[in-house]
T-cell receptor
């Protein structure tokens, strides 16, 4: 266990549904991330939060809406997704200081959009 | 833009042999590198890291080598075991890049019994 917990592990949703992915960490980290992992492609950074403030939005479509209420919790709200959004969505966290680039990942949410 | 790539998508080794997974990077400003292991159904798991002021770093059964001259990174796994079967990713963090990592596409390591 890495200390980063994601729920649900699997999610199937229709294109008109609204769902949310949840991530929490109790490692004392101050930064949290959402990554998208598609088959045979590098991990794609979606969003970065530092001390609850969004510091990176990697040109992600607005149908993905992140929320970070505190440094321990991160959500990804999904609405009107497309089939090409089907992928593994990974949450990660990292500590402050020089270790800030050392990411700890959750197990991911496998999302299927029908 | 900058990229991180892996030489081989799949590597098959016999149990007990040593494995070497290679990674090329193009951003000469990168000063921190990480290797991750991802097993099926799990998220990437940190294996070992190295900063650009080092050429080599050893962990438990793993060694990372960094050649800054040719911008090459390698992960060596000694006495490969079936539990080592996974996808291995290298990632780089450029100087001034904050806490962002750029990942390669991964190498699938298959351990044959």
């Amino acid at each position: 266990e890495t200390g980063v917990t994601q729920t649900p592990r699997h999610l199937v949703m229709g294109m008109t549904n609204k769902k949310s992915l949840k991530c929490e960490q109790h490692l004392g980290h101050n930064a949290m991330y959402w990554y998208k992992q598609s088959a045979k492609k590098p991990l794609e950074l979606m969003f970065v939060y530092n001390f609850k403030e969004q510091t990176e939005n990697n040109s992600v479509p607005s149908r993905f809406s992140p929320e970070c209420p505190n440094s321990s919790h991160l959500f990804l709200h999904l609405h009107t997704l497309q089939p090409e959004d089907s992928a593994l969505y990974l949450c990660a966290s990292s500590p402050p200081g020089q270790g800030g680039a050392k990411l700890f990942f959750g197990s991911g949410t496998q999302l299927s959009v029908l | 833009g900058e990229s991180v790539g892996l030489h081989l998508p799949t590597l098959s080794v016999q149990e007990g042999d040593n494995s070497i997974i290679n990674c090329a990077y193009s951003n000469s400003a990168s000063d921190y590198f990480i290797w991750y292991k991802q097993e099926s159904g799990k998220g990437p798991q940190f294996i070992i890291d190295i900063r650009s002021n080092m050429d080599k770093r050893q962990g438990q059964r793993v060694t990372v080598l960094l050649n800054k001259t040719v911008k090459h990174l390698s992960l060596q796994i000694a006495a490969t075991q079936p539990g080592d079967s996974a996808v291995y990713f290298c990632a780089e963090n450029p100087t001034g890049g904050g806490n962002k990592l750029t990942f390669g596409t991964g190498t699938q390591l298959k351990v044959e019994l």
